[in-house]
C-alpha cells in the first residue's frame, strides 16, 4: 500500500456501537501518515467521549454545526476546505439516509453537502436495517453520486442477530483510504512535470534565482502517479522529499532543464510546466568570484529557450499544460501564454507577495484556460488543488472516457 502520508482525512463517526471501533481506526490511519479530525453526530457521543478522540488525533473533536471558534463560526466550510477526503465510519442508516437526501441538520451532514470531496461511508447496523429497501434505496443513490461504500462485513453482530451489517475492521478501512486517492484515471499514460526555480550563475558564489519551492509540481507529481500515471519529474534545485512512486531529476540551471525534458520527452503523453524558469541567464559566467570594487556593475543577460514551447512545438507533442504566474490582466496575459507557446491548457495564478497563494505557499487559486472553455478553483491546499487538475486534465486529454 502507498503511504498516506499528509493526507488529510476527516472521520465522521456516527451513534452506532462500532464507534468505539472508530478509535482503533485513528490510530491505524495515523500510523499510515494520515493526518486526522473526528467530527461526532449526537448519537456517536452517546457511545464514546470526544476526549478519547481527540488524544488519539491530536486534534480537537468537531461536534457542532455553529462553532463560535471558527472563523466566520462556519466549522463546516473551515473543515471542508482543510480536509482531502472524507470517511464515515461507522455510518449509520439514518446517516446514509441523510446523506442520501441531501439533508443538512448537523455538522456531519452539513459538511457532506458543502463539499466535492471523496466521500467514504462504512455502513453498521442491524442486518434488517442494511437489508431494507429503503438502507439498500440510500445505499445506491450515493454509490450513484460516487460515494464509496465499503462493507459492511457479515457475522455475528452486537445486537445478537448474525448477517450483513458489521462495521470493516479499522485495518482494512485504513487499507482502503487509498482507494479515494488512487483515481485510475491516468492509467497507463506517461507523464513529465517541471517544478520548482531554476538557478543561474552569475559567478561561482552567486546566482539569480526567484521564490519556487516546488510545492505547486510536487504536489501535481504525487497526483498523476495517484492516477496511475507513469510521472517524471524535473525539478529545479527545492529541498522537499520525492513522492512515493516518482521519478526524479535533479537540474539547476534552466538549460539543464531544457535538456532533462528533452530527454525524457519522447513516449510522453502529458506535460505539465509548473517550473518558474528563469528567463534569462547571464550571457558569460564568471570564472572568479566578482571583486566589490565598481561603484556600479552592468551584467549582461541572454534569453533562456523556453523549455515548454519546445515540447509544445515537437512533431508528436504531448498534451501540453503551462502555468503562469501573474500580478495583473490574469486572463489576458495567460491566453497570450497559452496560443504563442500553442498549448492545450493554462494554469494562472496570481502572485502578489500574499503568503495564502502562489509562490512557496501551501495552497494555491487557479483560474484555468483552454481553447474553449476555463474553471476557476478557489483557494486550497496545492494537494488537493493538484488532485482536481489532474482530473481535468485527464478529461481534456481524453475526451472519451
Ligand atoms: O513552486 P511553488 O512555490 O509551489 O510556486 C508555484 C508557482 C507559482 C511557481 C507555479 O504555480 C507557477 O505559476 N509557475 C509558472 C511560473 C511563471 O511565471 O511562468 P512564466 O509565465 O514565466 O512561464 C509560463 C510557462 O512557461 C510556465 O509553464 C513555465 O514553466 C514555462 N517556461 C517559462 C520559461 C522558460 N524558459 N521555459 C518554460 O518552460
Not at 57 to 82: C, Q, Y
Not at 211 to 218: D, L, R, V
Not at 266 to 288: K, Q, S
Request: hydrophobic share 40%.
Amino acid at each position: 500500500m502507498r503511504s498516506l502520508k499528509n493526507k488529510r482525512i476527516l472521520l465522521g463517526v456516527s451513534g452506532g456501537i462500532a464507534a468505539y471501533k472508530s478509535a482503533d481506526l485513528v490510530r491505524r490511519l495515523a500510523e499510515h501518515g494520515c493526518d486526522v479530525r473526528v467530527v461526532m453526530t449526537r448519537g456517536a457521543q452517546e457511545f464514546m467521549q470526544p476526549l478519547t478522540f481527540q488524544a488519539l488525533s491530536g486534534n480537537p473533536v468537531h461536534t457542532d454545526l455553529l462553532d463560535p471558534k471558527a472563523e466566520a463560526a462556519m466549522g463546516h466550510i473551515e473543515l471542508a476546505r482543510w480536509a482531502d477526503a472524507i470517511v464515515i465510519a461507522p455510518a449509520t442508516a439514518d446517516v446514509i439516509a441523510k446523506l442520501a437526501a441531501g439533508t443538512a441538520d448537523d455538522l456531519l451532514s452539513t459538511l457532506c453537502l458543502a463539499t466535492s470531496l471523496p466521500i467514504a461511508v462504512v455502513p453498521a447496523m442491524n442486518q434488517q436495517m442494511w437489508s431494507s429497501p429503503a438502507t439498500q434505496d440510500n445505499i445506491e443513490r450515493l454509490r450513484h453520486r460516487d460515494v464509496a461504500v465499503w462493507g459492511p462485513g457479515s457475522g455475528s453482530q452486537a445486537c445478537g442477530e448474525v448477517g450483513a451489517g458489521r462495521m470493516l475492521e479499522p485495518l482494512e478501512i485504513a487499507e482502503r483510504v487509498n482507494d479515494l486517492f488512487n483515481t485510475g484515471s491516468l492509467a497507463g499514460l506517461r507523464v513529465m512535470i517541471t517544478a520548482g526555480p531554476t538557478q543561474e550563475n552569475i559567478d561561482p558564489v552567486r546566482y539569480l534565482t526567484n521564490h519556487s519551492s516546488g510545492k505547486m509540481g510536487f504536489a501535481v507529481a504525487q497526483a498523476a502517479v495517484e492516477a496511475g500515471a507513469v510521472v517524471t519529474l524535473v525539478t529545479g534545485p527545492v529541498s522537499l522529499e520525492t513522492p512515493e512512486g516518482v521519478e526524479r531529476v535533479n537540474t539547476t540551471t534552466a538549460q539543464q532543464m531544457l535538456e532533462a525534458c528533452e530527454e525524457y520527452a519522447d513516449g510522453c503523453d502529458i506535460f505539465i510546466a509548473t517550473a518558474a524558469v528563469a528567463d534569462y541567464r547571464l550571457a558569460e559566467v564568471n570564472e572568479h568570484k566578482i571583486k566589490k570594487d565598481h561603484e556600479e556593475l552592468v551584467i549582461t543577460l541572454t534569453k533562456n529557450e523556453d523549455i515548454l514551447a519546445t515540447i509544445a512545438s515537437r512533431e508528436e507533442a504531448p498534451f501540453c499544460v503551462g502555468f503562469a504566474a501573474e500580478t495583473q490582466n490574469i486572463e489576458t496575459y495567460a491566453m497570450g501564454k497559452l496560443q504563442r507557446k500553442k498549448l492545450s491548457m493554462i494554469c494562472a495564478n496570481r502572485v502578489h507577495g500574499d503568503s495564502n497563494t502562489g509562490f512557496n505557499a501551501d495552497s494555491n487559486e487557479l483560474h484555468v484556460y483552454w481553447e474553449n472553455g476555463k474553471k476557476h478553483y478557489p483557494n486550497m491546499p496545492k494537494t488537493r488543488l493538484a488532485r482536481e487538475l489532474i482530473q481535468l486534465i485527464a478529461e481534456h486529454q481524453q475526451p472519451d472516457i
